[in-house]
């Protein structure tokens, strides 16, 4: 009905019978339709949003320029060059989600987690010293607390209905210009771009946007065109590492209010564990697995006494579904896991040598000890080197993945860690048969055979591995490191 009204304004307003409109008047009307959706999206949504100012204690690095752990963190105005290694105070900048009447607020992990003041500004310019109630670094989530009452809160909407291409506005402090605004697209979902670290153990879906982010703008609020907020704004990638280029990353607002629950509910977050080691589904283990398609995520390790091996969930097996929910990603799966509580049950569809089977896991707690990710129990005949975790080629791996008898050489790569390794090319489900360097020239039948020969290759020069992806061979170099 507005629509109408308002098409019947433009029209009558140029003199002219609806019958008669042309396509100009039309294409004014809508554009006047989209810029009413903005402001009053903006109106409802900036007072919800405040302005989240800091101070830390950090080490300084003698005669080093100071940058900022994360490019949200502060302003660049704050850097400087340092005499020495002594404890110094840095302001932060950053901002924030009203979600409760009584003063909640979400925001990021780096923007308040390890802030020894921490003062909130809102909208109206009225300031409020906030406390800390607590932060999770694992999904980049912190909630403070104001003292205060009858506070304007935000509508939450529903991540996981977010759509790539749909409209959405970004709404914080970037550069302390409160109370900010832009817009643009959502344009991917599921980015995993590395920048909280955690041994494995951290959590990255984001959703990815090209409304425009910069320092300040973390723990601001991604909202839709209902005025819903649908994320928590919280990176960038930029080849400065410091201002918007065109990409900005927001955390899923399902994830982040389940933190938030847990972290007001019970001083910590309760979240879901599974304990599996994951991997990418590429092409060649598509291919090498006998799947029709590149599908599911494969498990590259099952840890010992956790609910995945008490499900009988296995190395090797490809995780199709949870809880009906198809995956393809890595950290979709840890998403998912993460969203559960401890003692909740999934169902798991898996794919286990050509067989679709459906397994229940009983979640338990994750592990405060994140060193379980690093170092797993190893298998016999299974090594980590260079970042890569090789197993020797047993009968069984060979059904799984349709080896023949004349083809069981070589070792499998069933793991690869971030770093150079992946960044050759290396991927799980990759046979590694020759390791060439200068007169080097060493067919692998083993993984004994595979470190025998790395103590022998010169550090700092490039080895070629000689590699099969499914049914192609090729050539893979990576450059020793020196230690």
């Known amino acids: ?134 932060t999770d670094s694992l999904t980049d989530v912190a909630v403070i607390k104001i003292d205060a009452k009858n506070l304007p809160t935000a509508k939450i909407g529903d991540s996981d209905q977010v759509e790539i291409g749909e409209w959405v506005l970004a709404v914080g402090a ?3 210009l409160r109370s900010t605004v832009t817009s643009g697209i959502v344009s991917a979902l599921g980015r995993d771009i590395n920048i909280l670290g955690q041994s494995g153990f ?120 949870i809880n009906g929910q198809e995956v393809n990603r890595p950290n979709h799966v840890q998403s998912l896991i993460a969203r559960q509580h401890p003692d909740d049950t999934v169902s798991l569809e898996i794919r286990r040598k050509n067989k679709t089977l459906t397994l229940e896991a009983r979640l338990g707690e994750k592990p405060t000890d994140l060193r379980m990710a690093e170092a797993p129990q190893r298998k016999p005949g299974e090594t980590r080197q260079l970042g890569l975790t090789v197993r020797d080629i047993t009968p069984e791996i060979a059904e799984s993945i349709g080896l023949a008898d004349g083809d069981m050489k070589g070792i499998i790569v069933t793991d690869v860690s971030r770093g150079p390794a992946r960044d050759a090319g290396f991927e799980p489900g990759c046979m590694i048969f020759k390791v060439r360097q200068g007169e080097i020239d060493q067919d692998i039948r083993s993984v004994k055979d595979f470190k025998t020969v790395l103590q022998r290759l010169k550090k700092g020069r490039n080895a070629a591995f000689s590699v099969r992806f499914g049914k192609n061979r090729t050539f893979l170099t990576l450059k020793i490191p020196e230690d």
Do not use: C, W
């Open 174 to 176: 970037p550069m302390d």
């Open 1 to 134: 009905m507005r629509s109408i009204l308002i098409l019947g304004l433009v029209l009558l307003t140029a003199g002219i019978g609806p019958t008669a409109a042309t396509e100009t008047d039309q294409a004014v009307a809508q554009l006047q339709i989209l810029n009413k959706a903005f402001t009053s999206i903006a109106k409802q949504v900036t007072p919800t949003v405040v302005t989240i100012s800091t101070k830390q204690d950090v080490e300084q690095v003698r005669r080093g320029r100071q940058f900022p752990a994360h490019p949200f963190f502060e302003n660049p105005g704050y850097r400087r060059f340092f005499r020495d290694r002594e404890p110094e105070e840095r302001k932060g900048l950053g901002s924030g989600v009203i979600i409760t009447r009584d003063g909640y607020i979400l925001t990021n992990h780096h923007v308040a987690g390890k802030a020894k003041e921490i003062t909130v500004i809102l909208s109206d310019n009225r300031e409020f010293e906030a406390r800390l109630v607590g």
């Open 202 to 321: 951290s959590v990255e879906d984001f959703i990815q946007v090209d409304a425009a982010i910069n320092p300040g703008n973390s723990g601001g609020a991604l909202v839709n065109l209902n005025g819903e907020v649908i994320g928590v704004n919280t990176a960038i990638l930029t080849r400065t590492g410091n201002y918007f280029v065109g990409y900005g990353f927001a955390i899923p607002i399902n994830l982040a209010k389940k933190i938030m629950d847990d972290i007001t509910a019970h001083s910590y977050v309760r979240r879901g564990f599974l304990g599996v080691g994951l991997g990418n589904v590429t092409a060649g283990i598509a291919d090498a697995f006998g799947l029709d398609r590149p599908r599911g995520v494969l498990i590259t390790a099952v840890y010992p006494e956790t609910p995945a091996e008490a499900a009988g969930l296995m190395a090797e097996d490809i995780i199709l579904k």
